[in-house]
């Protein structure tokens, strides 16, 4: 199986839906724990876990972080139109890498969302007029979110 496309869809039994439920669940589970509990072996436990980074199904073991509790309370989502369609590389930017959780080139109206994190409406403001001094950027389009009422990633439902 070549695991560099990124478009291969890689098919998966319920042996690894299951075990990536658990991961989902808590990254830390121990695999003897998960071979219990699935009632398969360490062993078939570690490969299938391989398997399923080397195919690129799990990208990566990280932490479910509570922005509140670190004073970044605000979360926004802003719409970047850029001008002739270039969009710019801001994934180096450290303003980008800090309040930026996701860019999303998307169609229609403006060419990339972001969804950002701040700890107030000044650093908002700062971040916004900051997007605006950036050579392509035409316009941006923000909304401050009410209410989180679904927030996580790491997770979508396994038909």
């Known amino acids: 199986m070549n695991s560099n496309n990124k478009d291969e869809v890689v098919i998966i039994d319920e042996t690894d839906k299951n075990i990536i ?10 695999y003897r724990q998960i071979s ?3 009632d398969i072996s360490v062993g078939t436990v570690h490969n299938r876990v391989d398997k399923l980074m080397k195919t690129g199904v799990i990208k990566k073991f990280a932490p479910i972080m509570d922005h509140r509790k670190l004073g970044y309370g605000l979360t926004s989502i802003i719409g970047v139109r850029v001008k ?9 930017k450290e303003s980008f890498n800090k309040h ?3 860019i999303y080139d998307v169609t229609g109206e403006y060419d990339a969302f972001l969804i950002a994190k701040f700890k107030d409406t000044d650093e908002l403001d700062s971040f916004v007029k900051d997007l605006l001094k ?8 923000t909304q401050t979110v009410l209410n989180v009422v679904k927030e996580d990633s790491s997770s979508v439902h396994m038909l």
């Open 21 to 30: 439920e658990m991961i989902n669940e808590d990254a830390r589970t121990p």
């Open 36 to 38: 219990r509990e699935l």
């Open 84 to 92: 002739g369609g270039k969009l710019q590389n801001w994934e180096s």
């Open 100 to 102: 930026v959780l996701a």
């Open 134 to 141: 950036e050579p392509y950027v035409e316009r941006t389009y």
